[in-house]
């Protein structure tokens, strides 16, 4: 089956818009499969306005003015039904030497529709077109055949099956899948929040990150809150003291850093984990992506953040096979 793999160690922030490795890395990031606008010769919007005219249906497509891609009209009207639907369709698909009548694309599959018409080209036709529907479903291929007669009468009930088909095989038209990229990326992206690698580096430009170095001096702007004087070393009264000074993601203050050690080791067995995880983890709590030196600098933050979280109680080191961190009640 055709794929494409890409690995990159670079974003969309370090290249430019222009560049060909840019084009190729936003494809990879957001595929499409639009419709091609141009069917032969001529548009779909074109293609509509000759498939109501009479004139032209008295001759085949291929003799039309436009050249157009397909074997009869009737291939034409299902063509635009699917197309309406928001499917990509591909009329006359080559492939192993052969031809399709109408080739169904999704992001993760495709199915060959194939047109009988009421004309009809006697038995030996008939054989050697199931011959080439063998050999292609041999190679993968799955096929989904309509009779001209059902699709005149009732065209509706005539594609019912069609799109129970492609909903089987996990082919969906271009509103649905849109629709589920936009809908993931708004439950996977905090709000407001930029590309993670400039992310990563403002963790570095950020001013609090000088305040960081002296621990007792950030435990005592701790102190001076009534909501941390209350929490006593109990873990519920740290992490609402914590929500409630959340300044989002992007200015990330100690305290957010805190909270996410405190969240991510209330998730795991026994609320411990090694030391060497603890940064990973607390990455994947705030929802942050980074490698390379905003990720070492990110690390120096969790370790000072975890001494002041050892001090208050909330958190010991201890030693095991490995050095690890667990959480305290």
Not at 81 to 104: F, M, T
Not at 233 to 241: C, N, T
Request: net charge negative; proline share 5%.
């Amino acid at each position: 089956q055709d794929q494409l793999w890409l690995f990159h160690s670079v974003t969309l922030n370090d290249l430019r818009p222009e560049c060909l490795r840019s084009r190729l890395l936003a494809y990879c990031l957001n595929p499409k499969v639009d419709q091609p606008e141009e069917i032969g010769q001529t548009t779909i919007a074109e293609l509509r306005r000759m498939a109501l005219n009479k004139s032209f249906r008295e001759r085949k497509p291929r003799e039309a003015d436009a050249l157009l891609p397909f074997d009869s009209w009737f291939e034409v009207d299902v063509f635009i039904k699917i197309v309406d639907r928001g499917y990509r369709v591909l009329p006359q698909y080559e492939v192993a030497g052969y031809r399709i009548d109408l080739v169904v694309e999704g992001l993760k599959g495709q199915l060959a529709v194939e047109c009988d018409g009421d004309a009809w080209h006697g038995p030996d036709k008939y054989e050697s077109d199931m011959a080439r529907q063998r050999d292609l479903q041999r190679c993968g291929w799955v096929f989904w055949r309509l009779r001209g007669y059902d699709f005149y009468r009732d065209p509706d009930a005539a594609l019912t099956e069609l799109w129970e088909a492609l909903e089987r095989l996990k082919i969906t038209p271009r509103q649905a899948w849109e629709s589920d990229r936009k809908k993931s990326e708004k439950e996977s992206t905090p709000k407001d929040s930029s590309p993670n690698s400039d992310t990563a580096d403002r963790y570095r430009e950020n001013p609090e990150d000088e305040a960081e170095g002296d621990d007792e001096g950030e435990e005592e702007r701790e102190e001076e809150s009534p909501s941390a004087k209350n929490a006593g070393g109990r873990l519920d009264h740290a992490l609402e003291y914590a929500r409630l000074h959340s300044r989002g993601p992007e200015a990330m203050p100690p305290l957010d850093i805190q909270n996410a050690i405190l969240q991510s080791l209330q998730k795991c067995p026994n609320r411990s984990c090694t030391l060497k995880s603890l940064t990973s983890r607390a990455l994947k709590e705030l929802g942050v992506l980074t490698r390379g030196n905003p990720r070492l600098e990110f690390e120096k933050r969790v370790m000072r953040n975890l001494g002041v979280l050892k001090r208050k109680g909330l958190a010991e080191e201890y030693k095991a096979k490995n050095k690890r961190i667990r959480l305290l009640a």
